[in-house]
Every structure is written in C-alpha cells, then in structure tokens.
T-cell receptor, first 113, second 114 residues
Framework: QQQVKQSPQSLIVQKGGISIINCAYE??????FPWYQQFPGKGPALLIA?????SEKKEGRFTISFNKSAKQFSLHIMDSQPGDSATYFC????????????FGTGTRLKVLA | ETGVTQTPRHLVMGMTNKKSLKCEQH?????MYWYKQSAKKPLELMFV???????ENNSVPSRFSPECPNSSHLFLHLHTLQPEDSALYLC?????????????FGPGTRLTVT
C-alpha cells in the first residue's frame, strides 16, 4: 500500500525526442506527487509536482500527467536534451504533518546527442 | 551558504570507528530528514524531525543515532557500522504543517564502510 512503482528503470532517448517515465501508487490518501531530478554527485532537486485535483501540470518542457482513477502519474520531457540526462524519481506523500515521502526506484535517463 | 549543506561530502570509515555526519539548512524550515540512498533501491527515509522533536524512526538500527539540536542543524552519529551501510546519506528539509510539501535535499555524504 505504501509503495510507489516506477518504470522504466532506464531510458535512452534521442535528442529532441519525448522522454516518458511512469509511476503507480496504491494508497489513495496520497495527495502530493513530486518529481525529482538527480545528477551524479548531487542531491535530488525538485523538478515539478502535482496535486490530485488537476490532471496535468506543465512547466517549460516538463509535464506531469495525472490519472486519479488509475492511480498513475507520469513525467513527460519534451524536446529532450543531453543536459536532461540524469536519474528521475517520482514520489508520493500525504498531509501528515511532516509530509513523509515514498519514493519510486528511479529512472536513469540518457539523451543521446 | 544557501539551501541545504552537508559535511563531509565523502567519508571512509572502518567498522569500529565513530563518526558524525552534519547537515545544515538555510531555508528557515522546521522539519529535517535523513535518507539513505543505495544503488537500485528507493530512497529510504530513516528519521524525521519536526521542530527538533523526532517524529519518525523507520526501524533504523541503533548504530545510527540522530541528533537535532535546533531546526537548522541535524546530525547523524555513526558507530560500529557494517559494510552494507555504505551508501549516499541525504539530508532534506521542509516546512511542515504549512500545506507546502516540498522537500529540499542536500548534496549528500558518500559513506564507505571498510
């Protein structure tokens, strides 16, 4: 119930292509779904986040699509660039005071020049 | 200094050593977290502190001992570790109880236990 399942584990995309990473959850009490980007040697950095009252959120080339009934959400990176090559983590949390995050296992994205 | 800082960035220690990891947040947050990041596993939440009080301990072995003297500083004291404790240890902070869920992470301490 507390797991967040993330796929694929790794992804290779050509420059200019669309990168899509998917996550699924079970606990309907989750009410906040962030995506983090992590470069080697760095900590995860918040990329974009969504709440379940909207089905899509877009920030620049990054879009989150949210399907509440299917309990799934995904990250789309449009016009992928070599600089986007990183590990991406989805997470879910609920309003429990300290907002404990449950993270997915991560997707290693490589964008070929 | 801005954001969340962690020291040291790299640490190699023997199984009988005692060492400490330090985290400091410059964001005015009231909650701080320790996570363990191992290869091919989800980030594992270890401890949560809210206004200096520990609110979560995720069944972490007693060889890891956290300390939070104030809302800006968090320590992780290490003793008699095992090789499987080698990992990246990440600190994060957030504003708990405000409806703003974002957690901000430090760069981590890469720990190797020999």
């Amino acid at each position: 119930q507390q797991q967040v399942k993330q796929s694929p584990q790794s992804l290779i995309v050509q420059k200019g292509g669309i990168s899509i990473i998917n996550c699924a959850y079970e606990n309907t009490a989750f009410d906040y779904f962030p995506w983090y980007q992590q470069f080697p040697g760095k900590g995860p950095a918040l990329l974009i986040a969504i709440r379940p009252d909207v089905s899509e959120k877009k920030e620049g080339r990054f879009t989150i699509s949210f399907n509440k009934s299917a309990k799934q959400f995904s990250l789309h990176i449009m016009d992928s660039q070599p600089g986007d090559s990183a590990t991406y983590f989805c997470a879910a949390s609920m309003n429990s005071g300290t907002y404990k995050y449950i993270f997915g296992t991560g997707t290693r994205l490589k964008v070929l020049a | 200094e801005t954001g969340v800082t962690q020291t040291p960035r790299h640490l190699v220690m023997g199984m009988t050593n005692k060492k400490s990891l330090k985290c400091e947040q410059h964001l005015g947050h009231n909650a701080m977290y320790w996570y363990k990041q191992s290869a091919k596993k989800p980030l594992e939440l270890m401890f949560v502190y809210n206004f200096k009080e520990q609110t979560e301990n995720n069944s972490v072995p007693s060889r890891f001992s956290p300390e939070c003297p104030n809302s800006s500083h968090l320590f992780l004291h290490l003793h008699t570790l095992q090789p499987e404790d080698s990992a990246l240890y990440l600190c994060a902070s957030s504003n708990a109880g405000t409806g703003i869920n974002e957690q901000y992470f430090g760069p981590g301490t890469r720990l190797t236990v020999t």
